[in-house]
């Protein structure tokens, strides 16, 4: 599971607005958001960048290992 929705909510930012920044569409940043796909690995990186933050940030650990 992904913490894009709680990352993007504390910085004030909108999904429309980090779509527009990858450069995919708002539907595929959507499941992103509502984790019912996960990014791969690659984009998990250029996500942290723009979002200034660790992919640690992004990623639920303990959902993660639970899992």
């Known amino acids: 599971m992904n913490r ?4 993007l909510e504390e ?4 999904q429309v ?3 527009e920044k990858l450069s995919k569409s708002y ?4 499941s992103y958001f509502q984790n019912r796909t996960q ?9 942290a960048k ?3 933050v660790s ?3 992004l990623i639920d650990l303990k959902t993660s290992i639970n899992e």
């Open 4 to 7: 894009i929705k709680e990352v």
């Open 11 to 14: 910085k004030g930012l909108k």
């Open 17 to 19: 607005w980090l779509a």
């Open 27 to 30: 539907n595929m940043v959507n």
């Open 39 to 47: 990014p791969s690995l690659e984009l998990l990186f250029q996500i």
């Open 50 to 52: 723009i979002l200034e």
């Open 55 to 57: 992919v640690k940030d």
